[in-house]
């Protein structure tokens, strides 16, 4: 990043690159707990319709990670390169699958855990970078509103 694009951050930069590469562990784990749940979940007639939302929101969390992983470099920071790194510096940890392939509702509770999990990260940043950082701002913003209509998915599956 150059030196103004530095100098408008009124945070501490280095603090500001560890949470988001915290984020950036959360979207990675996500998007690998969606996918494979998409691809085991068995089991009702909603099955099918819930595989589907898993993988549209697994490409999603990725879009998210790739993005984050972007604003952490033009911070002067390197995403984790290692990939048995992603649950320890995660804010929440791996969005673990339910035993049972066929416990659709259990599967969706995950989702819905993780989605809320991450409606608080990145609620916390929304606001840590408020009238501070006004790109890394807008871009929580976009993911937040995305966090949200995943927790709204899924918590319509639920009736």
Not at 4 to 13: F, T
Not at 36 to 65: C, N, T
Request: glycine share 6%; aromatic share 6%; charged share 30%.
């Amino acid at each position: 990043m150059g030196q103004k694009g530095r100098e408008i951050v009124q945070l501490d930069v280095e603090e500001l690159i560890e949470d988001l590469k915290r984020a950036y562990a959360d979207e990675w784990l996500a998007a690998y707990a969606y996918t494979h749940m998409a691809q085991v979940i068995a089991g009702g007639a909603v099955a099918p319709r819930v595989a589907a939302l898993l993988r549209e929101l697994a490409a999603e969390e990725l879009e998210h990670q790739d993005e984050l992983a972007e604003r952490i470099a033009q911070l002067g920071g390197e995403p984790l390169a290692d990939p048995m790194q992603l649950v320890e510096a995660s804010n929440e940890g791996y969005p673990k699958p339910p035993t049972d392939a066929a416990d659709v509702e259990g599967v969706i509770d995950v989702v819905i855990e993780a989605e809320r999990g991450a409606i608080e990260v990145y609620n916390k940043l929304v606001q840590k970078t408020f009238g501070k950082d006004p790109v890394t701002y807008n871009l929580i913003v976009h993911i937040l509103e995305e966090e949200v209509d995943h927790e709204e998915d899924f918590e319509s599956l639920l009736g």
